[in-house]
């Protein structure tokens, strides 16, 4: 990630490098381009939302069974995002192209990094907690949660990385209901259908990131620049699910198939700070000493801005399996987002406690 980030920011840096520039050239064509690519992010962003929000969940057992019964347990993994610079690639402005950009990367000695992300995949991590009650008659409630703190996690591991951040938040929350439709017996499997929503939240909130100097002056082409970043990311799913299990002695191969519809949200915008103290007069009128470009696509009636919404609907077929050690079970689980052709491959450690348990144990008192 953070060599992604900082090759958007060259591709930045060089962006700005022209000369003799009038300010309604500069922001017809300038920031015209870059909204294009800002808005094509967003996008790209929005195809993962579906898995990110509703995949990943190692259920085990498809049926946790009637009350008194529950499972709770963690879970941690990675998303594989695919071609994550394919939003850069159509520039060709002002005689900039890819192929310049490629030349600076490699000079800079991150092309070969940049060059397996962007054909490969660049590795999201991700984590949450969750749990299922089991309640009278097969049916099962239950939810999921996270919460990452990452800004103040980055300013203490980083003192130096403190000045350039706001905020770097990430949180979600959902809930889930299930109808066991039969229980594991002999040689049939437990099978399960269910419905559930996920909400999440993202935020970058980057600040006075030095770019260096801009040729924007043709008598001082040496005028300091600093750049902001503003990533606001909010998606609400729904989700339909099938599960099926079979306990083999203390392993447990389970399946599980969802329709998601997904409704993503982003507002992402860059902020320019030029520092004009010693910038001609003409280029004082000409250009602002604070230049927004944004993908907003209006303001509410309070004047704040509307980012863009987008619909997703994805198909997710996931596969694992869990070994099972009395109530605890540890678990993998590989998903697959058909439309988004996006994979995710997490862990997770749990404990689950059926009513046959509980009925074992009152015995024994």
Known sequence: MKKFFF?????FLTALIFSNAAQDHFINNVFYNFNGMVDMLALDYSKI??????????????????????????????????????????????????????????????LDGVNFFDQNF????????????????????????????????????????EQYINDILHWSIGANFKYTIMRDYKYFPAMSVGMGTQFSYTLFDLKDIPIGNV???????????????YSQNSNTSIFFDFAISKRILFFQPFAGFKFVQTISYNLTKFTVNLDL???????????KEEIIISNKSGYDASL????????????????????????????????FAAA??????????????????????????
């Open 277 to 287: 103290s010693d910038a001609t007069a003409e280029a004082k009128t000409t250009y």
């Open 340 to 365: 988004s052709q996006t994979g995710m491959l997490t862990l997770g450690m749990r404990f689950q406690v059926e009513d046959w348990q509980f009925a074992k144990l009152k015995k024994k008192t």
């Open 304 to 335: 704040n801005e509307i980012g863009r919404t987008i619909p997703v609907t994805d198909f997710i077929i996931s596969l694992g399996f869990e070994f099972i050690i009395k109530i605890f079970r540890f678990g993998v689980e590989a998903s």
């Open 122 to 161: 660049l590795p999201i991590p991700i984590s949450y907690y969750s749990f299922d009650i089991g309640l009278p008659r097969g049916f099962t409630i239950g939810g999921r949660f996270n919460i990452g703190p990452l800004g103040s996690v980055v300013k203490k591991a980083s003192t130096s990385a």
């Open 215 to 229: 040729n924007l002056d043709e008598f001082n082409p040496s005028i300091p620049a600093t750049m902001g970043f």
């Open 49 to 110: 939302a579906g898995l990110y929000t509703a995949g990943g969940d190692i259920t085990g057992s498809a049926s946790v069974g009637h009350f008194p019964a529950f499972r709770a347990g963690a879970t941690a993994g990675v998303m594989f995002f695919k071609n994550p610079l394919r939003f850069i690639k159509p520039i060709d402005f002002f005689g900039l192209k890819w192929a310049d950009v490629t030349d600076k990367l490699q000079d800079a000695g991150l």
């Open 7 to 11: 090759t958007f920011l060259l591709i």
